[in-house]
Structure formats: structure tokens, C-alpha cells
């Protein structure tokens, strides 16, 4: 749904799983922006956010992260010590655009 809500603006490169995920960022880092569910199997938004603000920090800044509104005690935690946005399920097409607007003008100041 997010890259046919996104394509006719950006490039959009999709990725399954967070492993997945992980596999295209360490392939290439040449991201603006990453959108990410808070909570998937094996590898959570919170613990690809966790490697990246290790191995590329500038690109644990740029995530945006989408939840379900299921907060764990863990992922409200999680939310509260990071600087990143959220965005919850259900999201209005223009909400989603216009926050991916914002954050890549952030970016780029």
C-alpha cells in the first residue's frame, strides 16, 4: 500500500521482512528515508533501529516508524526514547505523504 501511495512521487524500494530490510541496507545506504512497521517477526522495527544507529546512524534518524496502535510496554518505551516519528494505522493517504514530505525537507535543511 505505502509504495503505491509513494511511487508516482519517489523511488520506493520494498522489503518484506526485517531481515529483508537489513539485507538491502547493508547492500546500499542510500536511503532518505525509511518507512518501517514498529512490530514484525524475528527482526522488530526497534531492533533494525538498534543496528542501524550502530552501523549508520544517519539512517536510524531517518526512520519513520508505523504501528498498529498494539504498543508492547517495550515499544512504548521504545517510542518515548526516540526521536522518531510514528505514524499509527489507519493513515490517511495524504497524512503518510505529507509526512514523508516534511521529513525528507527536514533532511535536506
Not at 521504545?78 to 505529507?98: C, G, M, Q, T, W
Request: with cysteine; proline share 5%; hydrophobic share 50%.
Amino acid at each position: 500500500v505505502l509504495a503505491r501511495l509513494l511511487s508516482g512521487e519517489h523511488e520506493v524500494v520494498t522489503a518484506s521482512s526485517g531481515e529483508r530490510a537489513q539485507a538491502i541496507l547493508k547492500e546500499d545506504g542510500d536511503f532518505d528515508l525509511i518507512l518501517c512497521d514498529l512490530m514484525m517477526p524475528k527482526i522488530t522495527g526497534m531492533e533494525l533501529h538498534a543496528w542501524l544507529s550502530e552501523v549508520a546512524p544517519q539512517l536510524a534518524s531517518a526512520m519513520v516508524f508505523i504501528t498498529g496502535g498494539a504498543f508492547t510496554p517495550r515499544a512504548r518505551a521504545f517510542l518515548s526514547s526516540v526521536d522518531n516519528l510514528y505514524v499509527e494505522k489507519p493513515f490517511a493517504p495524504r497524512d503518510i505523504r505529507a509526512v514523508v514530505r516534511e521529513m525528507l525537507r527536514a533532511r535536506a535543511d
